[in-house]
């Protein structure tokens, strides 16, 4: 991963985190004090922004497991998880509803991922990927 910064002009600063994967995970800034101070540090205004370009998540595919991150970012509901001690197997459903025009090329890939909710992040296991053609009715 990439990670780079710079200061624009006085106090602003820009980060920029770029790779062609970057973990899933709460993101979040912070100010930190840069002293040394000969009191008490002086207010300030803090603001923070972010950006990111993900790929969408699929509407055309579900799962026994739902999903956290899409439930976290559309408002949704579907997160089952599928709890596993060591040494434990499992099965996920999936299901993906075909939705567009007969000779419809369609692809993308179905991550798995593990949740920690101490961290608030998310470590990839494994990404399937997939891809079919929409046939007429009938074939």
């Known amino acids: 991963m990439l990670l780079s910064g710079h200061s624009k002009s006085g ?3 820009t980060a920029v985190a770029q790779a062609a994967e970057l973990p899933a995970s709460a993101w979040s800034c912070a100010p930190s004090e840069q002293g040394p101070f000969s009191g008490t540090a002086p207010s300030t205004t803090f603001s923070c922004g972010a950006v990111g370009l993900t790929n969408p998540f699929a509407p055309d595919v579900a799962t026994s497991a739902g999903n956290l991150w899409a439930d976290v970012e559309q408002g949704s509901s579907t997160y089952n ?4 001690n060591p040494g434990q197997t499992g099965t996920i459903s999936v299901q993906i509803t075909a939705g567009d025009n007969p000779g419809t090329k369609v692809k993308g890939f179905l991550t798995l991922e593990s ?3 101490n961290t608030l992040s998310s470590d990839e296991i494994a990404s399937f990927p997939y891809a079919y053609r929409i046939s007429k009715k009938g074939h």
Do not use: E, H, I, K
Request: aromatic content about 20%.
């Open 11 to 13: 106090n602003t600063a």
């Open 81 to 84: 998880p599928l709890v596993l």
């Open 115 to 117: 949740f920690n909710f």
